[in-house]
């Protein structure tokens, strides 16, 4: 056949000739050959690719990673990239994941925030106490008596009795002294009640109701006095218990977002601590992802499993970062483990510095 006969079909998106019988992408911009109207599966499927990884090339990296601690960072750096997930792509996938299935489940009574209790305007510390002391009292004695054991001699029963008439007389007599202190400042206290009443009149009639009015501003400073106007337009109204579901809520919704900022303030402390290795910046950005990663699987395995074994799990990710980073950077052992003292010590405080960041950033903005 000559060349005049051979249908020749070009990339819809470069003009790239794909020959008689093109393939399914296009060699030079990788876009697929077929024009067919695009499935809804096929939507599903491009969201998924393209923020977590599923795909097969997952279970390969996931399984290198667990297994063979900074392999994966090593592999990456020898130039191997091409049959593993990308350090950024799997950082994702574990924290999509993670906090996905934390949002729906509901894991851990500690990082589990909610707003129902601002809504309500519950407090965060309730002391509650009984009206009736006597009651209180009576109901004590009583829990006691059923504790006892259910064969007790009469001396023993007498005893009690005897006590509890005692424990009712000197009840009676506090409250009565209070009844009577009570009524004796009653005066006082309407007038005091009055005039505090006055004075909160202008603000909300919750107790608890957030005052900015005591944040002092020096003339001129117009940041201040900004600030100062900023907090008043949005807290105006709101109780304490609501404002703090406010800044918990925005944690929450912010934690991801302050983890990720963490990855280069991590990367940067072990180049401090091997800066005689001489890698680059971006090579200890690696590592942070591959790290930070099978943290957010070690948290996600820790949350499900069981507490005795979610402990061992913890210990053994101890163990595993101390080796990884030893197969990595390499170097004296000891050194390296002086190295993975510094890091323990001072990746809380960068935690710590961001957390603090991100709750002014919240309560602010």
């Not at 601690?69 to 750096?77: G, N, S, V």
């Not at 008439?165 to 009840?171: F, G, H, L, S």
């Not at 703090?244 to 072990?270: E, V």
């Amino acid at each position: 056949m000559s060349d005049s006969h051979i249908l020749k079909v070009t990339c819809r998106n470069c003009d790239q000739n794909l020959g008689e019988v093109p393939a399914n992408f296009c060699p030079v911009c990788g876009q697929d050959t077929l024009n067919h109207p695009p499935t809804f599966w096929e939507f599903v499927h491009e969201f998924i690719t393209h923020y977590v990884a599923l795909e097969g090339k997952l279970w390969k990296t996931l399984w290198l990673l667990f297994i063979k601690p900074a392999e994966l960072t090593r592999e990456y750096r020898a130039g191997r990239k091409q049959r593993y997930i990308s350090p950024l792509r799997l950082y994702i996938t574990a924290s999509f994941l993670f906090f996905l299935v934390v949002k729906i489940a509901g894991l851990g009574s500690a990082i589990n925030f909610s707003a129902e209790d601002a809504k309500a305007d519950k407090p965060f510390i309730s002391l509650k106490v009984d009206d009736d002391p006597a009651a209180k009292s009576n109901s004590t004695a009583s829990k006691d008596k059923q504790d006892s054991p259910a064969v007790g001699n009469k001396a023993a029963r007498h005893e009690e009795d005897a006590a509890d008439e005692n424990i009712d007389k000197m009840v009676k007599g506090i409250v009565a002294e209070a009844a009577e202190t009570a009524k004796q400042g009653a005066a006082a206290g309407v007038q005091a009640g009055a005039k505090a009443a006055k004075e909160n009149a202008a603000q909300s009639p919750n107790d608890d109701s957030i005052n900015v009015a005591d944040f002092k501003c020096a003339a001129g400073e117009k940041v201040c006095q900004w600030l100062k106007d900023h907090l008043q337009a949005k807290y105006k109204g709101k109780t304490q218990t609501q404002v703090l579901g406010m800044l918990r809520d925005g944690a929450m919704a912010n934690i991801p977002y302050a983890m990720f900022m963490l990855l280069p303030l991590f990367a940067l402390l072990t180049k401090i601590l091997y800066i005689n290795r001489g890698y680059y910046y971006g090579e200890h950005v690696v590592y942070a992802l591959h790290i930070h990663a099978f943290t957010f699987f070690v948290m996600l395995m820790s949350a499900l499993l069981p507490d005795w074994l979610a402990v061992a799990v913890l210990v053994a990710a101890a163990i595993y970062y101390l080796v990884a980073l030893q197969r990595f950077f390499g170097g004296n052992r000891f050194l390296t483990f002086v190295r993975y003292s510094v890091i323990g010590i001072l990746y809380p405080v960068l935690l710590s510095f961001v957390a603090t960041f991100v709750l002014l950033f919240i309560a602010i903005v």
